[in-house]
C-alpha cells in the first residue's frame, strides 16, 4: 500500500488549495476502508483535520475547519481530495493522509485519532500568510 499527497503549497489568508491522497496497492471500490488528513504543525502535535469511512460514507471533521474544508473520495481516480477553503494562517501545517481497511461503523469522530490508521504518506505542506 503506497500514499502519494500532492497540491500544497503557499497561499494568502482566503485563498483556496486542493490535496490530493492517491492510493496504490489497493482499489477503493475493492475494500471496506476509512482514509483521513491530518496536519501537523511545527511545535505541535498531529490532528486529524477529516476523515471518510467508506462502509457507511460519512465524513468526519476537525470543528475549526467544518464549513471550509471537504474530503472527497473519487473511486474512478483512488484518490481522496481535501478541498480547503477560505485559508486561515493556523491552517499552515504538514498534511498527510493514511488509510486503515475494515469496517467501521459507529466510530463517529474518533475517526480523526491517527492511531487508528495503518498506512501513511509522505506529506505534502501548506502554508497560509496573512
Known amino acids: 500500500v503506497q500514499l502519494v499527497e500532492s497540491g500544497g503549497g503557499f497561499v494568502q489568508a482566503g485563498e483556496s488549495l486542493r490535496l490530493s491522497c492517491t492510493a496504490s496497492?489497493?482499489?477503493?471500490?475493492?475494500?471496506?476502508?476509512?482514509i483521513g488528513w491530518f496536519r501537523q504543525a511545527p511545535g505541535k502535535e498531529r490532528e486529524g483535520v477529516a476523515a471518510?469511512?467508506?462502509?457507511?460514507?460519512?465524513?468526519y471533521y476537525l470543528e475549526s475547519v467544518k464549513g471550509r474544508f471537504t474530503i472527497s473520495p473519487d473511486d474512478v481516480e483512488n484518490t481522496v481530495y481535501l478541498q480547503m477553503n477560505n485559508l486561515k494562517p493556523e491552517d499552515t501545517a504538514m498534511y498527510s493522509c493514511?488509510?486503515?481497511?475494515?469496517?467501521?461503523?459507529?466510530?463517529?469522530?474518533?475517526?480523526?485519532?491517527?492511531?487508528?490508521?495503518?498506512?501513511w504518506g509522505q506529506g505534502t505542506h501548506v502554508t497560509v500568510s496573512s
Open positions: 493514511g488509510v486503515v481497511f475494515g469496517i467501521h461503523i459507529g466510530i463517529g469522530r474518533g475517526m480523526l485519532q491517527a492511531g487508528r490508521y495503518r498506512y
Open positions: 496497492g489497493f482499489t477503493f471500490d475493492d475494500v471496506d476502508y476509512a
Open positions: 471518510f469511512t467508506r462502509t457507511d460514507r460519512r465524513k
